[in-house]
């Protein structure tokens, strides 16, 4: 009988038998204009100094993804996300977070991205 030996997971990824990928689900902060990668799903938003934007990526070949934009700060400066090039969030080309803990969900059909949280505070 033979044992299989893996490699050792490194800081933050752990593996599980229901295919949730905590490397995936770690949040990324940012404080300024982020274009957001396939790999990632949560987004901590800073706008403290400066209105930004934080840009989503193309919804081609990247049906069934989700991305949760949070803004953490209490300023008066917006978080705008922005779907990919003319690529639309429910229609719109942007969608504005606005007030402290402002939460945006984005699931991508295919075709476009929807918003999952029609209001912007939770």
Not at 4 to 17: D, E, V
Not at 32 to 54: C, E, G, K, N, Y
Not at 88 to 94: D, E, K, M, V
Request: glycine share 4%; aromatic share 6%; with cysteine.
């Amino acid at each position: 009988m033979s044992v299989g030996i893996q490699a050792p997971l490194t800081l933050f990824q752990s593996q599980t038998n229901d295919g949730f990928d905590r490397q995936k689900e770690m949040p990324v902060s940012v404080a300024a204009a982020h274009t957001v990668r396939q790999s990632q799903r949560m987004i901590l938003a800073d706008a403290t100094t400066a209105p930004f934007a934080v840009t989503l990526f193309p919804v081609a070949n990247n049906a069934s993804l989700r991305v949760t934009v949070v803004k953490v700060d209490a300023s008066a400066n917006a978080v705008t996300v922005d779907g990919n090039a003319a690529e639309t969030i429910s229609g719109a080309l942007t969608h504005a977070l606005t007030a402290q803990w402002s939460v945006g969900v984005y699931y991508c059909d295919g075709s476009q991205w929807i918003n999952l949280t029609r209001n912007s505070l939770l």
